[in-house]
């Protein structure tokens, strides 16, 4: 029927004129119309289909046959790379889940498939996202993600671990879970969001059904098919449905996925686990099973807390939640504040919140991408203080910006890219304010440096220095602080010549009177810190020693005090001058302790350095007290899954193995070992986590379990080649280690560790303490071998060169005296081989 | 033949291709799980489009982050979105079976049209409707690809529940002929 527009007027109009007429009528009022014969033959035959058309039951089957890619109970045949589809998981939004069999290793998976891709560009964007985001996110408590790619039509897919497990709820009620029992579960649901929330990931769609737990009774976290990422720009809204009941009020307003939001699905979970269904009010203790041993009361409080319905009441990130339910488990009184209090303090915490939480998320930034390094926690410690001197900061500008209020309708959003910008667009605002502003500026600046965002750092830090000189001039000292914390940046960039000249010039351009402004002290410390990095350690220390001075003077409960005191210990420490940097730290434990709190990190890395100290003079009992407190503080501030925590557990397995105590140094390195494998930062290839292996391999060399050591020992040499070169001093010592770990022959071995000895010698210097403690390992090679005129003639220069860097008798050096002692009595002067072995016996002196 | 959805609401106020493509979507992966569930549930259910697609869209209209536009425009793009969806997916699917083995079948069997081209030949004699009278296109897209009732019709175009009775009973009539969809006239 090819009709014009014009035509189809027409046609309409006659055929509702004609439609309820009889034939002959209808007939007789067509002709009489005289419309054109196409458009009398189409009414015609429009009139005539009308009573018979079967139209009206739509699309329905049309609709189910076309979308489901096969029939009601058919699976897909085709494979989705190597794996083939047994069964269906579930089909929600965003795709559907199988059940797919890996057929050449036999593995079950969960596979995730988006069918009709195509369709949609953002659809697929998500899906992709979601890929991304499981691969971003390795936690044992996050299902992991094994594989991905296309099928042969294109349709995108991904494998996950198939967890056979049930709800939560499911679990707990069905194995009739204690109390106790259901809050260990919850906290280690806490411990895998936390883990997401590191990442800026927000799950956005907690609940019983997408947290299963296993019949090992572990807990995998699911579904991160909504999460979004807090640093994105992204806006969008999820693609799918949320699940009502666990939605937070503000959520279910249409506000977007937050921290908040996870926090309070959290309570709802926690409630239903407790109570065995979602609260409909107020939570009360009486609501609450009663179980011998708990309290009801401190249960409700957190239950009320993760469900406040305003955000400004509930907890403020999961980390805070899981800190009460930790403290409710060890049965330490709950860290939040009573009800009651929280309601006088409601205006404050208001005022606030936009803080507290975006101070969380940028904490919890900074603790990603850092690495550790060497044997010591070097860069864990200072990426604790930095995190301590970023967050303060951090409040207090966000502060300023929601104290004036300008910006308060940002409160509601915790997106710290958000914040940041509308910071920037406020603080360029306000030119009324000029020196409100050039404070601002500069805060936003460290703000940026915290996120990595440098080059907006750079330029805020550029505007607010020339806001400085117009407003106070170079001399003073607010427009020298800006120019510090530029510095800085140049220094976080990689320009450490320029940084040097400017903090140079920068102390140069202090007046005396104004020397006891923080800048001063700043600038010190930021010189001596990178002198420090650039290997300068005695000039290094000199600045610290100055920053320090300059502090004394004037404020030492202080931050930056505290924080001077430590760099000036590290410097020392890293310098070799152990009685500096021992009685720097000493200096610097209690005023940190009291400033921060004993559970802080920083207490914690005090306590780390202070037992490398006790360890390097000997007082094995010291350092390992004082390591492991390190471990607690730590364990208890960030999990015991953490890797700081792994760093600070090394370290202890270090002197327990030097004690003697190999079994529980065992145990300690196996966990160190798995959690540096875990860790997505670290890695099974990472420095670290060779050396972890090198520790391993002297536990099982201590234990005669000689194979097995020098596979460790090999390995991590290996991976130390790799990382670091043939020549480091780590390198070196675990491939002599290694060459030692034989009982065949000696000559051999004293070849081989000839060779070794030659190279350490040339990269390090004949008189350095590595290349001397490795000559050392070289004497017991040759002992092995029977040439004790070697032996005597390598040791004892060899043990003088050690006792004058790290003192006398220190245990890394009884071994090797034993070995001496043993060649003097093999050439029969008993007299030197009494005094050698005298010298063992004397302990350390204690602290 | 192309269609975007921006083009159903144009005029009544602008719209991102985001917010579009969102929608969208969440259209496809509603109409495919609720297909999907009508399937598994009871292969022999007599669902209508009303009521398959009306769970899919109180669904939609209940989702208050996707309030982005008023509400007839929000319903132009959702109703826009379910079409394309199914057209899509239709020739989707029809590309695949022209890909793969094709078995002749006896032309003496009256077989019904596969889906897809159901689908395809609805959304083909919609278009030519469209040249010939935008309104009862729209009418019959929000019927059948909407799923929404003659009041909801009416108030989607603006116009009376009478109008849109009386633009049906001539637009399925219409589309019986165009379709070869009814039984034949003596």
Redesign the interface.
Known sequence: ?N?S?EA??LV?RL??EV?DLSPEARASRLAASGAPPEVIAAVQ??????P?????????????????PT???ELPTAPFGPYRVIGTLG????GVVYLARRDDVGAEVALKVL??A??????RA?FDEEQRILATLRHPGIVPLYDAGQAD?GTPWFAMEHVDGAPITQHCATTAASIRHRLQLFRDVCLAVRAAHERLIVHGDLKPANILVTREGRVRLLDFGIASRLDADDT??????LTPAYAAPER?????GTVSGDVFALGVILVELLTGSRPTGRVEAAHLPAERGEDRNDLAHICRRATASGVEARYPSVEALLRDVERYLGGFPLDSLPASMAYSLRKFVRRRRAAVVAATLVLAAGTIGLVLHNRTITAARDAALLEVERTTRLRQFLENLFQGGQAAGTADSVRVATLVANGIREARALTMDPAMQMELLESLAIVSEGMATYGRADSLIREAVAQGLRLYGPEDPRTLQAQVRGARLLIVRDSSAAAERELRRVIQAFRPADQGHPAYSEAWLELGKLLRVLGRTKEGIDALRRAVAVRHSRDTLSIGFVEALRELGNAAGAGGELALAESTWTRGLPLARRLLGPTHPQVAFLHANLGHAASQRGALDDAIRDRQAAVDILAAWYGIDHYFVAAAQYVLAQTLVAQGRIAEADSLVTRVIDIYGRTPILGPTSPNYALAVGLRGTVRDRRGDLAAAREDYTAAAALLRRAWGPAHKDVLNLEASSALATTGDPAAVVTTLQGITARADSALGPRSLHAAQLRLQLATALSRARRYEDVIALSVPALQVVDSIVGPNTPSSAAARETLAAAFEAVGDTARARSTRQAVAAPGTPR | MEHTVESASGEDSPSTP?SV??L???A??????L??A???SD?FA????????NEAWL?LAA?????IVDERHFKHIVVRAMRQ??V???R??RA?KRAGVHVELDDALPLPAP??D??LA?DAALQKLA???ERQARMVEA???G?LDVPAIAQLLNVSEATIQ?DW??A???????LG???A??
């Open positions: 029927m009709l527009t189809w007027a309409e055929f509702h439609v035959q429009l009139v005539a289909v009308e018979t058309v079967v139209l009206d039951d739509g699309l329905a089957p049309e609709i189910a046959a076309l979308l489901s029939g009601p109970a089909d929600g939004g965003m069918w009709d195509p369709l949609s560009p953002l659809r998500r039509d969008s809204t999820p693609l799918r449905h279910r307003a249409g506000e977007a | 985001h493509d969102e969208y979507s969440i496809y992966d509603e109409l495919r799980r297909a999907g009508v399937k598994h292969p007599t669902v209508t489009t009303t009521a398959l697609v669904k989702s208050p982050h996707l309030r969806v199914l899509d997916s239709a989707r699917r695949g889906p897809e159901r689908v609805i040249t010939l009278s019927r059948f690809f799923g009386r009973r001539l399925r009539a219409w589309l019986a002929v165009e969809d009814h039984t006239p003596a």
